[in-house]
């Protein structure tokens, strides 16, 4: 097969989604990898030795490792967080309409569509980012097999290098005076091996804040400072009937921001499960690593991927918010004040109104509007009444109310967000192809099935 005849077969003959839900499981060991050996190795990218006990499963792959190919990687970008079309925005003006940021759609569904997370892609050629464009040629991208290449073009458009080469992390990875603690993970001894592609879903956490326009307009939320005798936090001028009139604790809100944000995370792993479970590839998914040291918060371990890393804030009020991970500038950038990004509330404030209501923004009233220029899900009569209708922006007095708040939290303890680092990389997946001798030895039947067994007649030459 060639890759068109490949991606004709991925997108109609790999299996319906219930079929592959009965199959559909963790198959963690691949080629070149080994597991209760009782042997002592030289990880392959880093050069650590690691030991591992021998055990009942003991297994050492006699196979080389092979390589997801790009049109591999490139379909399971795309089954992660790829473009779609546009989102239906089916919620009512009164509704809180105005908490949805993007129409351009992704495979992954977000809280209001924020596209905060991206994709972290780690394999034998380095690190990048997948974060692919924000433009849709119509409501639907892929409407028949003329549209099918676009996945390899948004790949390669969308994929951005970040390191030449794999990060220096593997199992033996340890921190000074703590010999025996796993920065890594007791689980993770073929972590990062040649021929695995690591996929992990990267989130600015902190983003969906801008839903705080809604929570203050709609919800008529206001946030009170818990370490400090639960006094309003710099919003007092605004508290009455009609505008905001409860109470939420500081910590409260931002649980709940960190908690939804991560929602498209474990729809991004499922995904890519489900379309390696397609292509006959094994998925090995797995949170249990120091994710902050993979990013480069403890430069005296390792490197890591080399992200910009603010130093720990003294006023921090709990030590979960004391770190701030920034990224990588223009390319994946955490939100949070002051950073090099946005130095006070008013900065953020302003690019979240922007995002949405100024030039280049679907509410933009002027002429360089997304919905006219790009498209939109409506017809033209309804999208002209939705970007002219005064419900679908906020009164005046929510932005003054919101930059007033984050400049509080800023003045009081240093930082906002207060309580987490806004930077999240928790929860991923190795992709790789398997050595079906380990299961074929130790397994009952059914544990590879025959899209594994022949999964070479179509994935490789």
């Known amino acids: 097969m060639n890759d068109k005849e490949r991606l004709k077969w991925a997108f109609e003959q790999s299996g319906t989604f219930f079929q592959l839900l009965t199959t559909l499981r963790s198959r963690r060991v691949g080629r070149g990898y080994r597991i209760d050996s009782g042997t002592e190795i030289k990880h392959p990218v880093t050069g650590r030795a690691m030991k591992q006990a021998a055990g009942p499963m003991k297994f050492v792959s006699s196979k080389d490792p092979k390589p997801l190919t790009k049109l591999e990687e490139a379909l399971l970008c795309w089954a992660a967080c790829g473009p779609t079309g546009l989102v239906a925005w089916d919620i009512s003006l009164d509704g809180g309409f105005h908490e949805l940021t993007w129409i351009a759609g992704r495979t992954a569904p977000a809280p209001g569509n924020s596209h905060a997370t991206d994709l972290l892609v780690i394999n034998d050629s380095g690190a990048y980012i997948y974060k692919p464009t924000r433009e849709r040629s119509g409501p639907i991208e892929i409407k028949s097999e003329a549209d099918y290449d676009k996945v390899l073009r948004w790949y390669e458009d969308g994929l951005i290098q970040i390191l030449d080469e794999r990060p220096d992390i593997d199992y033996a990875l340890r921190a000074p005076g703590a010999p025996n603690a796993l920065l890594m993970g007791p689980y993770q001894f073929n972590v990062n091996m040649p021929g695995s592609t690591w996929f992990i879903p990267l989130t600015d956490a902190a983003w969906l804040n801008s839903a705080l326009i809604n929570f203050m307009d709609f919800w008529k939320y206001y946030m009170i400072d818990e370490w400090n005798g639960g006094r309003p936090a710099g919003v007092e001028k605004w508290i009455r009937e009609g505008m905001l009139e409860l109470p939420v604790t500081i910590s409260g809100e931002e649980q709940l921001i960190f908690q939804v944000e991560q929602y498209p995370t474990g729809c991004m792993v499922q995904n890519m499960r489900l379309a390696a479970e397609a292509m006959g590839l094994g998925a090995w998914v797995f949170c249990g690593f120091n994710p902050e040291v993979l990013m480069g918060a403890t430069p005296e371990i390792t490197r890591g991927l080399g992200f910009h890393i603010e130093a720990p804030n003294p006023k921090a009020p709990i030590s979960t918010g004391q770190v701030k991970i920034f990224g ?86 240093g930082q906002w967000p207060v309580t987490y680092n806004p930077m999240q990389a928790h929860f991923g997946a190795v992709l790789h192809n398997l050595d079906e001798d380990f299961y074929d030895r130790y397994y009952k039947e059914g544990y590879i099935n025959d899209r594994i067994r022949n999964r070479s007649k179509v994935w490789h030459d």
């Open 328 to 413: 990588i500038e223009d390319i994946k950038e955490a939100t949070y004040v002051p950073s090099p990004r946005y130095k006070n509330g008013e900065q953020l404030v302003k690019a979240w109104y922007d995002e949405k209501y100024g030039p280049g923004g679907a509410l933009h009233r002027g002429e360089d509007n997304y919905l006219r220029k790009v498209g939109s899900p409506w017809n033209e009569e309804t999208t002209e009444g939705i970007i002219a209708h005064p419900r679908t922006r906020p009164p005046d007095w929510v932005q003054e109310a919101l930059i007033a708040y984050i400049d509080y939290c800023v003045k009081t303890f």
